[in-house]
């Protein structure tokens, strides 16, 4: 009877609504705080994860997405020490041509150094999205800010104040900037006017502004980007010689289950790398992926919710981590603050926005994965690197396996491996939608090979709730080659297995 009810809870909404058709509706949920069942008798509770601001962590691959300040989206001064509290490392930073020069030839860098400079000042990284137009060049367009008005299509003056501008950009940040993303979704109609988005006119694009960038930043990193990823308008960027001036390629690719594409995006995308760069070393980025904390009815993502801050939270762990352990160069958060209103797209309009900021806007208070940021970072420091390691969940002490109960949920268990500090790491879910708020199966077992040292004390780390679990007993298996640990919970968001001395560093043990 208990094994029935398992199954009966992963595939039914903790919020009460068994039996509906989901599609066919828009529900404001009450959220539900995650809680494993933990501890137990396998499972002692023996701390908490420490946590490091940005300038404690030495490095890593998280960043949290600085957007739209071009167009004063909210309110920088009043999030960066609380930022810097996530102990992220990169934040993307959109330069605002039209923002900068507002009198032909005379440029106001007074509020990019502000970012910049605050920035820094805490340990993190700015990188540039380097893009769209300006009305004084342009003429009337449907945004004041010319947002996705690309200046190829404005005559010889616009497109000589375009490299002049970047010329100006690229020096005055050349000590303190060294990553430059050209443009912002030259794939999206959006993002790309007043022409329908062309490929090889965004590589001419890319080549102009790439070779401004390099004569004043030799070591700069020039990166192309595409809205979503292993599209037809990134495969023939390659195919058309792209990849001979870009150093890494930037997908964005935004949906409901973050491991429905995740596999393939990355294969394609390798491969046409391999085949297209000449040897090029050319890493994939991601720069902008996010999920809201609500969604407004009729968004164009089609939820079956409105969202919430832990739904947010855990599709955020999940997509951190498919980016960092598949070797993705850099993984965003979009974004750091909910838009506030105005925000506008090429084409003008008030356009349906979720609320996908780490803090609120008008009161810039902190949402529930402000919190997990903190949890996660000092896990995925640069201490922790992708390495391939066997590790396999195994749901038949916790689910009925038998005839006439799906077993689909096989198929969306996810382990992904890390080495950190010589130590296998790996990170187990299931990938079930955030929206359903699956509660946590018990008792499953974790078969796992031990790596370069073996795991002599385990231990399991909850992001979402800071707290750290040790078990108190290994299974041996075939003289200790295979091992499995009992009692082990499996969520819709990743759990960290390792061992103790892994993370010993960022444990703060209980008195």
Known sequence: MMKTHIIKAMFVAAFGIAGCNLGAQWLKVEEIEPKLPLPNSNWVEIGKIRHKSSSEIKDSKISIGFECLDRDMFEPEKVYDKLAETGIKKARCQTGWGKTEKVKGVYDFKWLDDIVNNLTARGIEPYFNLGFG?????????????????????????????????????????????????????????????????????????????????????????????????????????????????????????????????????????????????????????????????????????????????????????????????????????????????????????????????????????????????????????????????????TLKAVADRLGASRLFDSAKRVETFERNGYPMFAIWLAEDVQTQMAPIANCSFNYVDGPKPLKRPVLLDPISGKVFECKKIVPEKGNVYAYLDGVPLADYPLIITDYDAVRDIIKLNK
């Open 134 to 394: 300006n009305a004084i060049y342009m003429g009337k367009t449907k945004t004041p800010t010319a947002v996705g008005y690309v200046p190829l299509y404005y005559g010889e003056e616009c497109l000589n104040a375009w490299k002049n501008y970047v010329d100006a950009l690229s020096k005055r940040y050349k000590d303190k900037v060294k990553i430059y993303e050209i443009w912002n979704e030259p794939s999206h109609i959006g993002f790309w006017l007043p022409k329908e988005p062309d490929v090889r006119e965004y590589a001419k694009l890319i080549r102009i502004s790439a070779e401004i960038i390099r004569k004043n930043v030799p070591d700069a990193k020039i990166g192309a980007t595409v809205a979503g990823a292993g599209r037809p308008f990134q495969y023939e960027y390659f195919k058309n010689g792209g990849a001979d001036c870009i150093d890494f390629f930037a997908v964005h690719s935004y949906c409901i289950i973050p491991e429905e594409r995740h596999d393939v995006e990355v294969r394609v995308s390798r491969d046409w790398i391999e085949r297209y760069s000449k040897g090029r070393k050319i890493e994939i980025w991601q720069t902008e992926a996010g999920f809201a904390s609500y969604f407004p009815k009729k968004h164009f993502r089609r939820t079956i919710t409105a969202g919430g801050e832990y739904m947010q939270a855990k599709w955020m762990l999940r997509r951190t981590i498919l980016d960092l352990a598949a070797g993705y160069g850099l993984s965003s958060h979009f974004q750091c603050v909910d838009f506030k209103k105005g925000y506008q797209m090429g084409q003008g309009g008030a356009p349906l926005f979720g609320r996908y900021g780490v803090f609120e806007n008008i009161t810039y208070k902190p949402k529930k994965i402000f919190h997990v940021f903190k949890n996660l970072t000092p896990i995925l420091d640069e201490s922790a690197q992708p390495r391939p390691f066997f590790g396999y969940v195994s």
